[in-house]
């Protein structure tokens, strides 16, 4: 990343955890603008509703504009291969120059151009293949447009620092490796190889506020290769196997690995929710969850307890009233703080909980209804003229 964006991201979030520490009380106002002028943040930020319209208009305009340009040129695959070039260059190009400028770098349109600037370059990447290839994609293609995703998603991510180039490298490589012979074996090995270089970096002071956000998301994205690799309904159906180039088939499970995977199905969940309770990250946390719901479904496609929707339905309740009792004991403790864990909302950002409120009045298109305002009665008027007249 540019030096000045990696300032401006820790000047962002700096501020940004002053407002925290404020509304926690734990520091004044004087002292919270005292941090504002030490770290000045120049950079425009407005709502996630201007970012996305912009990125979602911007996006509208470079689709037209190719689309004209691939019509003008010609329907050849070599003028469709040239034209994507072209435009993925110009958007690279422009996420350059959106990033350098502290007054356009965070409206949304450099996300929108870095996005489009590695898609449009993966599709000529896919027509140069097609048109050597006689339009047909054989493996070996599938196997370099993969490689070539994982890098480019993975030099997108390291330059412009956005956590969605991760997940999509992360996937690239993943996909990839199922195609290779023994690709549950390597899942489970890189994955867990993934997950355990990524943690070293979630708090790694020379990186760059979006950079640990994106080791975050690669955390996540090697727990679930990890427990799609172990899952025992993954194994049983074969779903990893499908994905391996020439398969000869689907290869007999021995009750022993069966057995194995079942225990590993239960055991991956309670140990990612062990390991987020103990390092107090909440992302690790949300992992865990979704990992033994994941399990619980598991758990009902082999051992028939009750309908599908019944046990989803009986596990949220479980879940909602673990959540109040941990919730009510953390009130009753001593400060509000039980073994390093506390129920006030300390350091949250208000604006995103007040954006989730607006979330379903936007959704219902319903505004909120006018207040009555007493203290004024109409009594009616007239107008009129020319002998004409009337009342309203």
Not at 135 to 142: P, V
Not at 177 to 201: S, T
Not at 259 to 264: P, Q, R, T, V, Y
Not at 295 to 315: F, K, Q
Request: hydrophobic residues 55%.
């Amino acid at each position: 990343m540019r030096a000045d964006s990696v300032a401006w991201e820790r000047a962002a979030e700096v501020r940004e955890v002053a407002g925290g520490w404020r509304r926690a009380g734990f520091i004044d106002e004087p002292t919270e603008q005292a941090i504002r002028e030490a770290f000045p943040d120049p950079c425009v930020t407005p709502s996630l509703v201007w970012r996305v319209l912009t990125a979602g208009v911007l996006a509208a305009a470079i689709k037209a504009a190719f689309g004209a340009f691939a019509i003008a040129i010609g329907r050849s695959p070599t003028a469709a291969e040239i034209v994507s070039l072209l435009f993925a260059a110009g958007c690279v190009v422009a996420t350059e120059r959106l990033e350098a400028s502290p007054r356009l770098a965070r409206r949304g349109a450099a996300g929108m151009t870095a996005l489009l600037g590695v898609g449009l370059l993966l599709l000529a990447l896919v027509l140069f293949l097609t048109e050597t290839a006689s339009r047909r994609i054989d493996d070996h293609a599938i196997d370099l447009l993969l490689i070539a995703s994982t890098l480019a998603w993975a030099a997108a991510c390291w330059r412009w620092g956005s956590p969605v180039f991760a997940a999509l490298a992360a996937l690239s490589v993943f996909l990839f490796l199922g195609r290779l012979p023994h690709g549950r074996l390597l899942w489970l090995l890189v994955g867990a190889a993934l997950v355990a270089l990524a943690a070293r970096r979630l708090d790694t002071a020379s990186w760059a506020p979006s950079h640990r956000l994106g080791a975050a998301v690669l955390v996540v994205a090697g727990i679930g290769a990890v427990y799609a690799a172990v899952n025992v309904f993954s194994l049983d159906e074969h779903l990893l196997e499908e994905m391996v180039r020439h398969s000869p088939g689907r290869p007999p499970s021995s009750r022993g690995l069966f057995a194995l995977s079942a225990g590993a199905t239960t055991v991956v969940p309670l140990a990612v929710l062990a390991w987020g309770v103990r390092s107090r990250r909440t992302f690790v946390l949300d992992t865990g969850i979704v990992l033994a719901a994941l399990s619980l479904v598991t758990l009902r496609h082999y051992v028939h307890l009750a309908p599908l929707w019944t046990v989803l339905i009986v596990a949220g309740a479980v879940l909602v009233i673990a959540a109040l009792v941990v919730e009510r004991a953390l009130r009753r403790a001593p400060a509000h703080e039980l073994a390093g864990f506390t129920a006030e909302p300390l350091f949250s950002d208000e604006r995103r909980q007040h954006a989730l409120q607006v979330v379903p009045v936007v959704a219902a298109f319903t505004p909120a209804a006018a207040a009555d305002r007493p203290g004024f009665a109409g009594e009616g008027g007239k107008f009129g003229g020319g002998g004409a007249t009337e009342k309203f």
